[in-house]
């Protein structure tokens, strides 16, 4: 295995890493500022008011995306072992 092998390795782990991650933190920040902003106009400084919505969001959205989530991953998973079997033989 070469630098450049190395380097695309890494940024193909990179790239699926944060692909299977923007869904969610998305999600997250997008619920948290609605939060925030309900939070401002009604004066309410609860703080399982902002946590709450944030995990019912997140477990629905887990729910939603679970099969690309897997697809994903399984994809990324055969795609290094094909490459360490390259990089055995």
Known sequence: MNELDAVSMGRDFF????????????VSLVVGLVV???????????????FAPRILA???LFV??????????????????????QIGH
């Open 15 to 26: 790239y699926h890493a944060v692909l299977l991650t923007l869904p969610a933190l998305v």
């Open 64 to 85: 939603v995306t679970m099969p690309w989530l897997l697809q994903m991953s399984i994809y990324f998973t055969v795609q290094m072992f094909s490459r360490a079997a």
């Open 58 to 60: 997140l477990a629905g």
């Open 36 to 50: 925030s902003i309900f939070q401002a106009v009604t004066n309410i400084q609860e703080q399982t008011l902002s």
